[in-house]
């Protein structure tokens, strides 16, 4: 299993991307690690409130990917310099000012990867 540090896991948050929708929050992402897979996100925590893998949409290239798409057996590529979206619905989570973020999220190779960032609104 690959262990990827945190502080290098950080620099795919895309800061100053947090925006605040009328029922949840999206951000992006962008891959400046190298090639890789996404297998799947198991949450995504936005100050208090924990958006459910089913919740959680990730675009890239126009294309929608929900927890239904994607899997262990069917991993998303995420190349390098990839960018793409993620987008939570349900409960407003975003607040004005410095929110935190848990993602939560699967890769082939590592196994459970787990980003924790700030950003403002």
Do not use: C, W
């Amino acid at each position: 299993m690959v262990v990827v540090p945190e502080f290098l896991i950080k620099r795919i948050y895309q800061k100053g991307s947090l925006k605040k929708l009328d029922d949840g929050a999206s951000f992006n992402l962008k891959n400046v690690l190298g090639p890789g897979f996404i297998s799947g996100f198991n949450y995504v925590k936005i100050n208090d409130v924990t958006y459910e893998a089913k919740d959680v949409k990730f675009i890239m290239n126009g294309k929608e990917y929900t927890k239904d798409d994607v899997s262990e057996d069917h991993p998303v590529a995420f190349r390098l310099g990839q960018a793409g979206t993620i987008v939570v619905k349900g409960e407003q989570s975003v607040t004005d000012g410095v929110n935190k973020i848990v993602i939560e999220a699967l890769n082939p190779e590592a196994g459970v990867v787990k980003l924790s960032v700030e950003d403002n609104v």
